[in-house]
């Protein structure tokens, strides 16, 4: 998708090029419509005319006017596409994350705003999929939030919940060796939750590495293979290093760059880190144009972005969630 789009390959670029609405319009209708042609979203028709004034369409059948952000994350913001677009190249190519406070400065609108611009775009980079991973993967669950307690009452705590200290969100994730990591919120450590993220994620028969936490037994039909962090961190290939590695990277640009996480928002703040993290062999400008095409594909509205949808993805562990246009 999007071979055609000329993209902005740095952010001074993306500014100059995104500064005529025109072309803004023109460069995302491109990546969201087949050939670029508008198509109704009341009637479907791909029989419109392009009001160069308004920059709308008029359906020729239905007669309805629609702009190019029906439809998309940015249907019902005010706020103009060039500075969506310039937002959305930020966060898809700064390292670590990128705050609301810079998004403000650097795209010029209030911190607020930029808040609201960040959550819809770390929704568009959430990757729902269906192609499960294989190959060599790595599993592993990590804590996040809270300061680091005592370590046996925090065990014990463990122990008789059967999850994580407390104030700690649990995240799961696993990683396809120089592939993608899908990594998720989830509400235990149990076996329950821990195995269920790798049958959702992973194509059976594939070797697995993970430690030697008692909720991974039972991986059956992988090839399971288990590091004793009590006794070593690595055994030729079996190790989870790669997992390590995205804790990292995901801790770095929690603490680092964002003040405050909230725990009911953490999964956006997983959610960005993979996507860059997935598309960490590409350039910047393809990076951008996938972004896009995330944001074009998918029909949300604020409602649903801060509504229902996020506690019931909250709810089941924050699983992968498609939503066609
Ligand atoms: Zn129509």
Known sequence: MGNAVKAPATLMEALQYFSDPLTCVQFFAALRWENG????????????????????WKCLDCEKQFSIKVGTI????????DKWLCAMFLIANCKNGVS?????????????????MLQRIRHAMHTGTFNKLSGQIEADETFIGGKARNMHSDKRADKIRGRGP?????????????????????????????QSHVREHVLAGSAIFTDALKSYEGLDEFQHEVIDHAVEYVRGEVHTNGMENFWSLLKRGLHGTYVSVEPFHLFRYIDEQAFRFNKRHTTDADRFV????????????????????????????????????
């Open 290 to 325: 996938q972004l896009c095409s995330n944001v074009a594909g998918r029909r949300l509205t604020w409602n649903q972005l801060t509504g229902k949808n996020d506690v019931e993805r909250l709810a089941n562990g924050a699983a992968s969630v498609v939503e066609p246009f």
């Open 100 to 116: 609301s406070y810079e998004i403000a400065r650097d795209v010029k609108v209030t911190q607020k705003s930029a808040w609201f």
């Open 166 to 194: 407390e104030g700690k969100a649990i995240v799961m994730g696993v990683l396809e060796r120089g592939g993608e990591v899908r990594a998720t919120v989830v509400p235990t450590r149990r076996k329950g939750d821990v």
């Open 37 to 56: 042609e508008a198509q109704c979203p009341r009637c479907r028709s791909k029989h419109t005319s392009f009001l160069s004034t308004r920059l709308m």
């Open 74 to 81: 940015f249907e019902d913001s005010a706020i103009s596409l």
